[in-house]
């Protein structure tokens, strides 16, 4: 299984950056997508996850109103669209994919990085 991450950057805050991860090598309709951040010299978060089939979305209390994660299943890849962009939010950000029956985080992506400008 591969996950791969694009679409971090540099924005002013108040910006908006699209994050994608493309997933291969395997079907993933009883997983869930999920995207997590670390921060420098904080522990990695969770931010963001999607039931592959059906949709379900649920978000830390802190993105919540200003990320919407999103799915293509035809493309195997999972979004996360991030609005009003706020210094704390400068992290990189890891895609990773969820067995629904274990809970475990079973693959993870390399990571991009959002640096966030005040």
């Known amino acids: 299984v591969q996950l791969q991450a694009s679409g971090g950057g540099l924005v002013q805050a108040g910006g908006s950056l699209r994050l994608s991860c493309a997933a291969s090598g395997r079907t993933f309709s009883n997983y869930n997508m999920a995207w997590f951040r670390q921060a420098p010299g904080k522990e990695r978060e969770f931010v963001a996850k999607?039931?592959?089939?059906?949709?379900?979305?649920y978000y830390t209390n802190s993105v919540k109103g200003r990320f919407t994660i999103s799915g293509d299943n035809a493309k195997n890849t999972v979004y996360l669209q991030m609005n009003s962009l706020k210094p704390e939010d400068t992290a990189v950000y890891y895609c990773?994919?969820?067995?629904?029956?274990?809970?475990?985080?079973?693959?993870w992506g390399q990571g991009t990085l959002v640096t966030v400008s005040s």
């Open positions: 990773a994919v969820q067995a629904r029956d274990s809970g475990r985080y079973e693959y």
């Open positions: 999607i039931r592959w089939s059906g949709g379900n979305t």
